[in-house]
DNA sequence: TATTGTTATACTCTATAACTATA
DNA sequence: TATAGTTATAGAGTATAACAATA
């Protein structure tokens, strides 16, 4: 609803020279892959965000909620709220770990298992749609460049040391 | 400042089929790319924004601050207080259309050019260093599969007919 | 009446701090 | 004393609505 008339250009990315900016070409397409998998993740609260902890519970091994805060990036006071709403949508559920009461070790529900696979499928095409000026061997190489570099830069910092290496 | 012991994992990312996800590869990156040039781009305001906003001051041709907003793509009211503090630091300049005195064409000061040019540079290096687990070829690559994907999902939607096609 | 730019307001997301319980 | 989890609060960032000036 805002570009009407000729006034408002379309995006400059890649306009032949005129503005190709690598930060901002990343965030048009995780803006645009954020719009294209909240249509197709009605069934799993939070989203994006919702859907990447799913998988990380499911996939994954992650004794406590901090971990899967931390191997996800995003803050423990976060990972709370977001747990609550998925355990009210009975995708996953708090166990308490008996060796250590501190901890909640976050398992998913057979509901979680069946609504991430099915999300799985759905984002996987979501993402070939948004990726549709690459062809298929584009698509694959753009996902290994961008795994690689990404694993790259979540193992700098304060990880490392005692950090699982990234097996590349 | 988190993980000390073993408990906290680092990013799973590419973690031989853990997780291997496409959305959260792509906010890792791009959150390590606003951290990253936020330290090299002291001078200029708003970081990451403000300079994608200088660039398209100086290097595009845009009539107005609507037309700018649009293709960066971030809100017309957003764009007010950003060009208020490209003005502030006297890297821009905001100058009446006559033919059309609702407008404000945005302008580089020589200032704004100086400094752009200097970031440019900065800016370029710390994508390197974001991508160094890429070699120059793979980086290459990459930089062109993002701009063509980006590109293409920046003309979808309301833009296109009256949108300048994308220069591939 | 529609559009550009501004301002004020509200909403979302995230970060900080304080608290409880466990170790 | 330190850590896991929760809650409350505050701060960015962004979107919505109302307004003035101009077309």
Redesign the interface.
Known sequence: ???R????????????G?????????????????AM?ASVLEHVPQG?RG??TL??VA??N???Q??LA????IDRTVMTYLIDDLVAAGLVERQLNPADRRQRKIVATPRGISILEDAERA?REA?DR?????DRD?RA???A????????????G???A???P???
Chains 1, 2 share one sequence.
């Open positions: 609803m805002e570009a008339g000729q006034a408002v250009a379309p995006s400059l990315i890649g306009q032949a005129i503005i190709d900016d690598f930060g901002l070409s990343l965030g048009v397409l995780l803006r645009a892959y954020h998998v994006p859907y990447q998988a990380a996939r994954g992650q004794p406590s901090l971990a931390g191997c996800l990036g984002v993402e948004l990726l549709g000026a690459l584009q190489d753009f996902r460049l961008l795994r690689r570099a990404a694993c790259a830069v979540g193992d700098v304060d990880v490392g005692a950090g699982i990234c097996a590349d």
